[in-house]
């Protein structure tokens, strides 16, 4: 890769190189999740949500149940707390209170139970930020919508060398990155690529390099692992 100054961005042809070996390297390696198995923007929509502050194992474990109790915005609308907390009982104390029964009443009084499909719109709902809303959009409608989550904060950093500011998921570099790399064919499987490729290679204390598709171009592996992360 050719020395850039700090911070220049990196060019669209490294940034699309960089994506096909990324979606080679998923379509051997991909994790399968039941929310992978819909395109369902309500249940794409709370499984992301869930997902934002829950192991994925554990969402597992009350996934099927709970789109079997509330299958639709409609029923979200109208559960009750006890029976809510009853199937999400696994998750632990912290979801005593989900935010998406706010979610789905208020996305049935302002959108007649359709979840938006655009961001503006998404993050409004209680609960609902910049990476669920690319989520939604990527996933369950399949439209060009970035993501940016800690873990590609961090492979970013590595791979092209782009310092972030303190804002992190925010970081406008990070950002236009991410939406130059969701910009060709197929977001959904892009998206769902870069979260796998993250999380099981690209690790946060010991990457495996040695495994990886794009060490040949990455930045951090020709500086010997210790160029600034
Ligand atoms: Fe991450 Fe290592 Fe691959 Fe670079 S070579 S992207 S640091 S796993």
Request: proline share 5%; glycine share 4%; hydrophobic share 40%.
């Amino acid at each position: 890769m050719k020395t850039r100054l700090a911070n220049e961005l990196p060019s669209i042809e490294n940034v699309r190189l960089f994506r096909s070996k990324i979606i080679r390297w998923f379509n051997k390696n991909k994790r399968d999740y039941p929310w992978r198995e819909t395109q369902d923007p309500f249940k794409v929509l709370i499984a992301e949500m869930m997902l934002r502050r829950t192991k994925a194992d554990q969402v597992r474990a009350v996934y099927d149940r709970l789109f079997a109790e509330y299958p639709d915005v409609e029923t979200m609308a109208k559960a009750g707390n006890e029976e809510l907390e009853e199937i999400l009982y696994p998750l632990g104390l912290k979801w005593r209170n989900p935010a998406f029964r706010l979610v789905a009443r208020e996305v049935k009084e302002k959108y007649q139970c359709k979840i938006p499909e655009a961001r503006e719109e998404l993050t409004t709902l209680p609960g609902v930020g910049e990476y669920v809303a690319g989520a939604v959009l990527s996933i369950a409608y399949g439209k060009r919508e970035w993501i940016v989550d800690s873990s590609i904060v961090r492979l970013f950093r590595r791979y092209f060398g782009v310092r972030t500011s303190k804002e992190g998921r925010r970081d406008k570099h990070v950002v236009e990155i991410a939406k130059m790399y969701v910009s060709g064919k197929d977001p959904r499987k892009a998206n769902l690529a870069i979260l796998d490729f993250a999380a099981l290679i690209c690790l946060p204390r010991d990457p495996r390099c040695t495994q990886c598709p794009v060490s040949a171009t990455c930045r951090y592996y020709a500086l010997g692992r210790k160029g600034k992360e």
